[in-house]
């Protein structure tokens, strides 16, 4: 099709797409995607997280959050657009950097509005040391936290006067207030969990899928939350077409796992960094909240996995933690101009430069990468996008890589539509043949918002009042 045939039908709305052929379809939405960008695309990554997202465009402007042109989505800060990575992008990234590391040193003090939840059992135990308690007083902090307890009047194991006096100082519990929450027949429950400054986040509590096997019964899978929004404006994603607000803490991560192990009365069994957020711009706050779920909460750390969709050099920093949790990587294409048109920040970091970082990783941990592929219809569900996969990951074929294919989930104001059923299957024959292992990631509980961010998108246009 040439450029002409395909300038002739952008007009059309992509609620008609599912009557057009594949080819047309698939020219249409790579048009609308990329009239707009430049003629040339870097060519390998920077070493350096900040400096990397900014290649793309001088920085000349730092976002400021404001209202949206869109009142069914929550505020993007002002200058942040569809369309092509620029550098308003670029300083909603720097911000996250930035914020990840200031944010790990505030949890490292106390004072008023301080936490207590996800510190050390040292820190607890030179708190109370500080405050002229014995020792074990920390682990008795620690234990009723992980108990549940949401104020210090909930800690009755300690003194009372002790009690009073972290009041008094404003220390908390950090403990956030469900605000809504919706389930589905399959079990899955997602929740809204409103933080201290009116934002609110989402977690997603997902039980077995079955119960025949009965040595599995107590499966219970979260899938956490790592920022308020997220500046990666990944066009499916549902977070992404809100704003960024801000990192979450330690804490607020840790709470999300406690809150769903309340809420189904069970042990959490497995956490999937995969709710709002780029957990790799956060990567502070993650891995202190891992250590926490792993160490303290007793989740085994191959049963944790931390997905990205990409931040320069942030996944060789992953490397150096030395945790044997699953990493996955959010591809969704199989050519960096395709890529791009789907994931606007793979302008900055190149697919080849993607996968030599995760080349590295595999050799440096020893541990197999996951591929997470999003089928969009008309779009990246093709065989011919399959037998490029195919081949793309056959370079780096000593990372034993592992495709999860997810059929994509509907989303308020968006272009794209669900793969059918034999579209999906075909995509994973394709992936069988070659020998690379595929598995249909199945939506749990489709009807309770399931995508990412659609629930938050509901009930959050500003930071909630009156708390």
Not at 80 to 97: H, P, R
Not at 158 to 176: E, F, N, Y
Not at 396 to 414: A, C, F, R, T
Request: charged fraction near 20%.
């Amino acid at each position: 099709m040439d450029v002409s045939t395909v300038q002739s039908v952008l007009h059309l709305r992509f609620s008609t797409l599912p009557t057009m052929n594949r080819t047309t379809r698939h020219a249409i939405y790579i048009a609308k995607r990329l009239s707009a960008t430049r003629s040339t695309i870097a060519t390998s990554a920077s070493r350096n997280v900040a400096s990397a997202f900014a290649a793309s465009a001088v920085p000349d402007t730092v976002p400021v959050f404001g209202d949206t042109a869109a009142p069914s989505l929550p505020p993007r800060p002002i200058g942040i657009t569809d369309g092509v990575w620029d550098s308003a992008d670029a300083a909603a990234v720097d911000q996250a950097l930035a914020d990840a590391d200031k944010i790990v040193r505030q949890a490292q003090k106390y004072g008023s509005g301080e936490v207590l939840l996800a510190r050390t059992l040292e820190d607890l135990q030179a708190l109370a040391v500080a405050d002229g308690q014995p020792k074990y007083r920390a682990k008795q902090l620690q234990d009723a936290l992980f108990k549940g307890a949401r104020s210090m009047d909930d800690i009755s194991t300690i003194p009372k006067a002790w009690r009073q006096s972290l009041t008094d100082r404003g220390v908390l519990t950090g403990r956030s207030i469900k605000h809504h929450e919706v389930s589905a027949a399959d079990g899955t429950r997602k929740f809204l969990l409103r933080l201290h400054d009116g934002y609110v986040v989402e977690t997603v509590g997902i039980p077995l899928d079955t119960d025949a096997d009965r040595s599995q019964s107590q499966r219970l899978t979260v899938c956490v939350s790592s920022q308020v929004g997220c500046p990666m404006r990944c066009t499916f994603c549902a977070t992404g077409k809100g704003g960024f607000a801000r990192n979450l803490m330690p804490h607020e991560i840790v709470d999300q796992v406690l809150t769903v192990a309340e809420e189904f009365g069970q042990r959490v069994s497995n956490v999937v960094f995969m709710g709002m957020g780029e957990p790799l711009l956060n990567l502070p706050s993650v891995m202190r909240a891992h250590s926490v779920l792993n160490q303290d909460l007793g989740i085994g750390a191959r049963h944790i996995t931390i997905s990205t969709v990409g931040v320069p050099n942030a996944i060789r920093n992953l490397a150096n933690y030395d945790t044997q949790s699953t990493l996955a990587v959010s591809i969704h294409a199989p050519n960096q101009q395709l890529r791009e048109s789907i994931v606007p920040s793979a302008k900055a970091y190149p697919l080849h430069a993607l996968l030599q970082d995760c080349a590295e990783y595999f050799r440096v941990t020893g541990r197999r990468v996951t591929f997470e592929y999003t089928l969009l219809a008309g779009v990246n569900d093709s065989p011919e996008c399959a037998e490029e996969l195919v081949a793309v990951l056959r370079r780096y074929g000593s990372m034993k890589s592992h495709v999860n294919l997810i059929p994509w989930n509907p989303v308020d104001e968006s272009e794209f539509s669900r793969p059918s059923k034999r579209s999906v299957q075909h995509f994973v024959n394709s992936m069988e043949r070659a020998g690379i292992a595929a598995t249909v990631r199945h939506t749990r509980g489709l009807e309770a918002a399931a995508a990412c961010g659609q629930l938050r998108n509901m009930h959050q246009k500003d930071p909630l009042t009156g708390i």
